[in-house]
């Protein structure tokens, strides 16, 4: 996964903007309110590509390249403004620190009725296989 703490673009008495991308389009965006403790994600995309924006809240994820043999769980740290990018074939997985909001953009099938076509579900969780896995 890459990280990006995205800063204030301008502030002034009304309030903040902030750039999330620049000459980049996307094909589908969504906005995910999630509840403390919850849990989101647990699948890959094989030819989709994620970018995941924190609006408010924080998360803990956690991350797994499945190409080829697999690697090790990794887990990181999600606070506002931040913006976690998930290339094809990378597992993701989404604990919610507490309530908490984010946006969705997918560069590939995600909306709609192709909602499915390029997700697949892992059978264990991400943060269950964190805590077995062996430490390095």
Not at 68 to 83: F, S
Request: aromatic share 12%; hydrophobic share 30%; proline share 4%.
């Amino acid at each position: 996964m890459k990280l990006q703490h995205k800063p204030i673009n301008f502030e002034d008495a009304r309030g903040t903007i902030t750039d999330i991308f620049v000459n980049e389009p996307k094909q589908h965006c969504t906005i995910i309110f999630t509840t403390k403790g919850s849990v989101r994600g647990n699948h890959f995309h094989k030819v989709s590509r994620q970018h995941d924006f924190i609006v408010s809240g924080s998360f803990e994820a956690y991350g797994k390249d499945m190409n080829g043999e697999g690697g090790r769980v990794e887990k990181y740290i999600l606070n506002k403004n931040d913006l976690a990018v998930w290339e094809p074939g990378e597992a993701h997985e989404f604990v919610a620190l507490e309530d908490s909001v984010f946006i969705t953009f997918v560069d590939g099938l995600r909306g709609g009725e192709d909602f499915e076509k390029d997700t697949f579900r892992l059978e264990t969780p991400l943060h269950e296989e964190y805590k077995n896995q062996p430490s390095a």
